[in-house]
């Protein structure tokens, strides 16, 4: 047998997400002064956030209902609320992201008063999903098993 025949594949499941980018997606968040370069995810000291290809995220969480002019806004909040989970973006920005989540929906056709909603949906959250641990890992599974 081979190495090649003893290597095991391992792999996640994805069951929470909803949505992959088919496409590298890029936008600047005016969120200054952090340069971060992960895998799927760079935010420049510029605040250009740079959303890799196969990025995926779940759309907008709570009782809502992913719309077009929901999706760039919630791909970018998705964005930064996981860096703020690995603790490369500071929580001190759950507010500004936010804030930009709604500037977003509002850009992209969605009704003032729908955004405020989902906006002080947010704020009543208070960046709890942007906390380290408020996501559990993900499983992940080897074929063949050691």
């Known amino acids: 047998m081979n190495n090649f025949q003893k290597s095991k594949a391992c792999y996640r499941s994805l069951k929470k997400y909803k949505y992959q980018l088919v496409e590298e ?11 971060i370069d992960q895998p799927f995810i760079k935010l420049n000291n510029e605040g250009v956030l740079t959303v890799s290809k196969n990025y995926a995220w779940d759309g907008a969480s709570g009782p809502t209902i992913d719309t077009k002019n929901s999706m760039r806004a919630s791909l970018v909040h998705d964005a930064l609320y996981q860096l703020m989970r690995e603790r490369l973006l500071s929580q001190d920005q759950v507010k500004p992201a936010d804030q930009l989540f ?10 003032a008063i729908r955004a405020r909603i989902w ?28």
């Open 119 to 146: 906006y002080l949906g947010l704020r009543l959250a208070n960046g709890m999903a942007a906390k380290p641990g408020t996501q559990k890992p993900p499983k992940i599974i080897c074929v063949p098993k050691d």
């Open 25 to 35: 997606f890029v936008y600047d968040t005016g969120i200054s002064g952090f340069d």
């Open 102 to 111: 709604e500037k977003m929906l509002r850009n992209d056709g969605m009704s």
